[in-house]
């Protein structure tokens, strides 16, 4: 039937006849470039005399109703939103065949399992799920092919590889659970988990430190004293947990304390801005700061444990020097750190081994750990650029015969120096994995678009117990799916044999259960034990891969006896179960010989990057949302800028909204300034995440410059991963004006 009311006649009202006739079917319209109505559809609306004011539209009934699906009736999806140790519980609020919010799960939160915010990067997922530049259907070549003939080639040259003694390998972000297990059964263990300004220098931090690669969980909620080394850990760092124990331990009316936090660092981010206290060393003196600190809390403390043997040669007055800050200062920092009855330390703005060792051997020498900070953290694949350089060699000596490439964009976000793009060339077959362009997946010979987290099943292991759900809270809106199904259906065309082996959750099984104690009965009833049979690629579908996957592993430990199909219900309705925690691990230090670096900060002209608040290290370039929602302390929107001291910009001879042009080794860039006082010194930051091409859709398209691009590649920690630091930096003014945009209009920081 024909509703009467506004007519929409510039919006083409055919148009949002297909529209909504696809939404009705629960079938993506594949004509349609914008899934949800837009701007443009509203103001071509023409009133009429209905006092209602409708807009005229067709309204068709299903011919066989989807299940769960009420027209104009929300439905709700408990489900998981990103991958890896930021994995994180949500509900999916679904309205005729789309996901249309997402919001807390509140029966965890109820439960005291989860915060009751959602990080942002729930709502930029959700709209990069309905980005209008998603490649819609497989292609081969820049060509549109089909799905058989896209499997069907990947399937051979996966063959080819295999008998030709080459390497299949694959390269994109932290994942967990089973989606690891599949990925390494499918590449022999030939995959890189790696994201450009990660958390893998923790993971092997804590396997100094502690002996085991796990990434070290934070609680901070009681914690009297915190102490940053430029960790974004209340915006991009750590999840939104981090945030939401930050305003307990800031409330007197929790504990009866309001925590102190103090920043030792060069740059003061949104995070940063929060602190009681600013120390700013050098650009790259928080290395040496973190160990001074270290060594005169140990002091302090009379600590005689094992950590002393890592800052035996650390002299606290030397690296003072060597950080550009006041001994005096670092001192006072470590013994509010010392008196305090608990506190915390975090790690910095980019990934370094080295900082990460010594804000651990801060929190040991404390006596912390066991109290802010627990070992029991997230314990996935976890790499850094040291093993992306491998990879990378590989490539390059023709060693890789077919590379898969998951929702990652190396190509952008690598330093150039390390060939990245070159040696995708000397691949046999390179496959890009994900339906979101990228300069990454526009070298790629074949693209199989894989579906968003809303449209696809998954589920993470977050390492303390706690397991996620991921389920389909929408039809896929275009011709796309799983990573999990196209990885079974290749690995069986390609007669692949997956290796005797299983990661991610594990409990005992008959096999290496230990005997019985002597005098125990042996007649009691056994504990419940988990199946940890390898699945290989004998499930047929994604699906059924994590449904039996959680019925052998999960289903045995906390099943209590209920019939497997009310508790696989039970459990989806929640999004997660929770295991009896199976970790051994102390809170002892390892005692690995580990000798801290002579590193100092550089005390001339320094160059400080960091992570954006919104687009993040470019991921969500492509989201209008993170483009045109301000930068918290600049209200710098759509561009890319240089944060530029005032004494900086006092010697440059720059105001703000002058162009200048700042050089490394690696390249350079024009950029306009913001002059900003969260910068001491002489001193400039540049946020990474803009600069993309128009390979990564219109939204990323042209903005700015690439941050990654001044990444020099010669500065490497001790464990040998390339840091993301610019080093040696030149910056002049040009005489041109620049085409910043701000939300905050004047101030007074330079004109």
Not at 253 to 258: D, E, K, S
Request: with cysteine; glycine share 12%.
């Amino acid at each position: 039937r024909r509703r009467r009311g506004m007519g929409c006649a510039g919006s083409k009202e055919s148009d949002a006849k297909a529209s909504t006739q696809a939404a009705a079917k629960d079938v993506p319209d594949s004509s349609a470039n914008h899934p949800l109505p837009t701007a443009a559809t509203a103001s071509a609306c023409n009133w009429d005399d209905n006092w209602y004011r409708t807009p005229v539209e067709e309204i068709l009934p299903y011919l066989v109703k989807p299940e769960q699906v009420t027209p104009g009736t929300p439905t709700f999806f408990a489900t998981t939103i990103t991958t890896g140790p930021d994995a994180f519980p949500v509900t999916a609020r679904h309205r005729d065949g789309r996901v249309i919010n997402v919001g807390a799960n509140r029966q965890l939160v109820a439960a005291g399992k989860a915060p009751s915010a959602v990080p942002k990067s729930a709502l930029l997922e959700l709209q990069r799920t309905y980005a209008p530049d998603r490649v819609r259907g497989p292609m081969d070549g820049g060509a549109s092919t089909t799905w058989d003939a896209g499997l069907s080639k990947l399937a051979t040259a996966v063959k080819d590889a295999r008998a030709g003694g080459k390497t299949v390998a694959w390269i994109g972000p932290y994942r967990s659970g089973s989606m690891a297990q599949l990925i390494a059964d499918f590449t022999d263990g030939n995959a890189v988990h790696w994201q450009p300004v990660g958390r893998a220098a923790e993971a092997r931090a804590a396997e100094i430190v502690f002996g085991e690669r796990r990434l070290p969980r934070y609680t901070i909620s009681d914690a009297h004293y915190v102490l940053s080394f430029g960790a974004a850990f209340l915006g991009s760092w750590g999840g939104s947990a981090l945030s939401h124990d930050f305003a307990m331990a800031k409330n007197p009316n929790h504990g009866g304390f309001i925590a102190r936090f103090a920043l030792v660092s060069p740059h003061q981010d949104q995070s940063g801005a929060n602190a009681d206290d600013w120390v700013a060393p050098h650009a790259g003196g928080e290395v040496a700061a973190a160990f001074a600190i270290a060594k005169l809390i140990a002091d302090e403390k009379g600590y005689a444990g094992p950590a002393n043997a890592m800052l035996s040669g650390v002299d606290p007055a030397a690296n003072a020097t060597a950080a550009g800050v006041e001994l005096d200062k670092l001192k006072k920092v470590a013994s509010a750190f010392a008196k305090a009855s608990s506190a915390v330390a975090f790690p910095g703005a980019v990934e370094d081994v080295d900082l990460a060792v010594a804000t651990l051997l801060i929190n040991v020498v404390s006596g912390n750990v066991g109290k802010t900070v627990q070992t029991d953290g997230y314990a996935g694949p976890l790499h850094g650029t040291k093993d992306v350089t491998a990879l990378v060699e590989k490539m390059k000596a023709g060693q890789v015969g077919v590379l898969l490439v998951d929702d990652v964009d190396p190509v952008y976000s690598l330093p150039p120096g390390l060939g990245f793009a070159d040696a995708l060339g000397k691949v046999g077959l390179v496959v890009a994995l994900s339906s979101h362009p990228s300069e990454t997946s526009a070298k790629a010979g074949l693209v199989l678009p894989t579906s968003t987290a809303f449209e696809d099943w998954g589920d993470e292991d977050l390492g303390d117990g706690t397991l996620l759900l991921r389920q389909p809270a929408m039809t896929p809106l275009y011709n796309t799916r799983s990573q999990g199904d196209v990885l079974l259906s290749v690995a069986r065309a390609a007669d692949l044999v997956a290796p005797m082996a299983t990661t991610g959750t594990e409990a005992s099984t008959e096999e290496g259960a230990e005997a019985p104690a002597e005098g125990e009965d042996t007649d009691a009833p056994a504990a419940p034990m988990a199946d940890t049979t390898p699945l290989g690629f004998e499930p047929k579908t994604w699906q059924a891969y994590i449904a039996t996957r959680w019925e052998r592993q999960v289903y045995p430990l906390i099943g209590g006896g209920q019939p497997l199909p009310n508790w696989w219900a039970r459990t989806l309705q929640a999004g997660m179960a929770t295991l009896p925690s199976t970790h051994e691990g102390g809170h002892g230090v390892a005692g690995s010989g580990y000798t801290p670096p002579a590193r100092g900060g550089e005390a001339g002209t320094a160059l400080h990057l960091f992570l954006h608040p919104h687009r993040h290290d470019g991921t969500y370039a492509s989201a209008p949302w993170a483009q045109e929602v301000a930068d918290p302390m600049t209200g710098q929107v759509w561009n890319a800028w240089l944060e530029v001291s005032p004494d900086l910009a006092g010697e440059l001879g720059v105001v703000d909204n002058d162009e200048v042009e700042v050089k490394t080794a690696a390249g350079s860039v024009r950029l306009g300034v913001e002059v900003y006082r969260g910068l001491k010194g002489k001193t400039a930051a540049f946020a990474f995440g803009q600069g993309h091409t128009t390979a990564s859709g219109r939204y990323a398209a042209d903005r700015g410059a690439n941050a990654f691009s001044l990444v020099t590649g010669d500065v490497t920690d001790s464990d040998g991963n390339v840091l993301m630091v610019a080093k040696g930096v030149s910056i002049s003014k040009t005489g041109a004006k620049a085409t910043l945009v701000s939300t905050f209009g004047g101030d007074s920081d330079g004109g």
